[in-house]
């Protein structure tokens, strides 16, 4: 690790202009940061955090970087960085009034959280950390399309030499993201500069408490391949001196780079917050004799490259900027009430449209589930350069020199298997055990307009990617009024009924993804379904969660011939597995199987259900089950997933709501009971429905 020291740069270096512009952008952030905390008092404003005591490194990191060239996932202390890269304060008071015309989300987020399409900056959240597995994403996207020439043909705004910049706070530095991230870059050499604004405090937490040691670089400076550098960022020439090493390092693709600079953070954690809570006027006195801005002004005048009156004209005109720009977004409409819905999903691809019905043409033997959706990740991989798998164990052979002497492994459950083999390791390789990571960096790259369709080895280990799930993939478009966007698949096999399984391997949970806007949820129970719903899934241009009973994978009864390289089945298009007009069973996954085999006991009662396979559970068919319910008056809800505000409860109340008029008896659900799936077969058999309770439940709707 090397420290940039004042005294190893000279300001002389550096042009009158560079430092000018610099310190008028310094001036620019704080001033906007002023009025925003006016305007918030005079409660035309909704929330205000500041960049204040941050502004030096900012501005210096952003004069190496180019806006619209490089990335920037950035911090929201930020401002000056954003300002020096081109977003005006117009721009950002338009945000700051949550305006209809504010260009950073139209009035959906809070000020501060950066985005511009034309600059590359990509939509910022909230959760701190979040935005680093998404930036190391965007830089392996990068390497990516170095590597897949032709992808790099249909991307946009590659550049070879391109950096993806991503700052971080001292605490952000303690979340998990921080460490997953830095092992994939650092493993990869991606081209990712870190910038950590370390201020001394994450809201009340200082960092000795944060941080083993209290430095965040000592703690890193072994990760191999990481230039790290630190330096006073309140110190312009110290902070342009280490930002210009660090881009430069990056660029020339010698791995990632992290600048840990020191700051300071005077006006509190946020308008919410009164730091002398927490800090004793003796340390804010001192943090104040290293008020960046103050600084600044001080290198110019000792340095002799302003007069007192230069000072005052730049400091007059930049004010006036201001108050025009702060007049000007008072005027501003706010969003309309009746848009706040737009860009859940994408506005231009409709995946329930008749665009993704298309026929099957069969031929061949019939085959497994596995083996359908492999041949749909083939055929997409084949189709589009940008299609991109990976996940734990998906590839054959992570050593190429191994491959040729190997079987290959392909996935724990052989879905991926040979596609590494057939389209190189660029294209199918195998992640770290990390899922926050393999969702999150999909995310990136899914931003630069790459198809990732990664692997959660199981369902039961979806949960650390819940948070890039929930609070990041699902969000993106809509919080950024459809300027970003993150298409791609994150496939999962689910469920149990394969013995033995386990609380760790057997569990369900689709209805807590339901439960979320803007995600696309599907579960096939055949091999075909599985092929259709894949490569729509690929194809649509929403985040898609692709559910795979792995009970079904390897089933005779559900397997098909190969229905070529274009069959698609549309989203929320159920199938009508049986006709009946007792009852009518709504069901998914491999419970569709089990309502088929309790068939033949109902059967031999006179009771004919009629079996519906939803396939996709978020779009849903509710036209196909209104229509079943009105004929038959009785409907039976029936999941794997336990019964207790699960999937089942939805549709039942639904049916409860809009179809009363229609039914000779009480809406019945059976699903799971409320626990946990067990080891031992006995066990298991007690918490998941069996068809022997199917007859039962069907039996007492049809008398009832
Ligand atoms: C995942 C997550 N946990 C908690 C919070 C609430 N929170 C917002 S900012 C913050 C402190 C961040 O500190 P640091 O990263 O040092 O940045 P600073 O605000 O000091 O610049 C916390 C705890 C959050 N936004 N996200």
Known sequence: MSTVTNHEVKAARLSKELLVEAFRIVYMSRRVDDKEIQLKRQNRAFFQISGVGHETIAVAAALHLKGGYDWFYPYYRDRALCLQLGVTPYEMFLGSVGAGNDPASGGRQMPSHWSSRKLHIVSQSSPTGTQILQAVGAAEGSQYLELVKEAADLATGFHADEVVYVSLGDGASSEGEFWESLNWACGRKLPVLYVVEDNGYAISVPVDVQTAGGSISRLVKNFPHLLVLECDGTDFPESYEAAGKAVEYVRRRKGPALVHAHVIRPYSHSLSDDERLYKSEEVRQKEARRDPLVRFAELLREEGLVSE??????????????????????????????????????????????????????????????????????????????????????????????????????????????????????????????????????????????????????????????????????????????????????????????????????????????????????????????????????????????????????????????????????????????????????????LVHLAVQALKALEQEGIQPEILDLRSLNPYDWEMIAASVKKTSRVLVLHEDNISWGYGAEIAARIADELFEFLDAPVRRLAAKDGYVPYHPVLEDAVLPQPADIVRAARALASY
């Open 309 to 590: 009156k230069e000072l005052k004209e730049i400091q007059a005109g930049v004010d006036r900027e201001i108050r025009e720009a702060v007049d000007q977004a008072l005027a501003a409409e706010p969003a309309a009430a009746n848009t706040v819905l737009r860009f859940l999903c994408s506005p231009t691809v409709d995946p329930t449209s008749a665009e993704f019905d298309q026929p099957p043409k069969f031929h061949g033997e019939a085959k497994t589930m596995v083996d359908l959706i492999n041949a749909a990740l083939r055929d997409e991989m084949a189709r589009d350069p940008r299609v991109v798998v990976f996940g734990q164990d998906v590839a054959d052979c992570s050593h190429e020199n191994e491959l040729a002497k190997v079987k290959g492994k392909g996935g724990v459950f052989k879905v991926t298997y040979g596609l590494q083999r057939h389209f190189g390791s660029a294209r199918c390789y195998n992640s770290h055990l990390a899922e926050a990571s393999i969702v999150g960096r999909a995310m990136g790259m899914a931003t630069r307009g790459l198809k990732p369709v990664v692997e959660i080895q199981f369902f039961d280990y979806i949960w650390p990617a819940m948070m890039q799930i929930r609070d990041e993939v699902l969000t993106l478009r809509w919080r950024s009024n459809n300027e970003f966007s993150c298409p791609f698949v994150i496939r999962a096999p689910i469920g149990g009924y394969l013995a033995g399984g386990a609380i760790y391997h057997s569990q369900s949970g689709e209805s807590i993804f339901t439960h979320l806007p803007g995600l696309r949820v599907v579960m096939p129970a055949t091999a075909l379904d599985a092929n259709g719903l894949l490569r729509t899934a690929i194809r649509c241009d929403d985040p898609v969660l692709f559910l795979e009973p792995k009970h079904l994978y390897r089933q005779t009864h559900n397997r098909a011939p190969y229905p070529g390289r274009d069959y698609m089945i549309p989203f929320g298009k159920a199938k009508l597995v049986e006709e009946g007009t007792t009852l009518t069973i709504v069901t998914y996954g491999s």
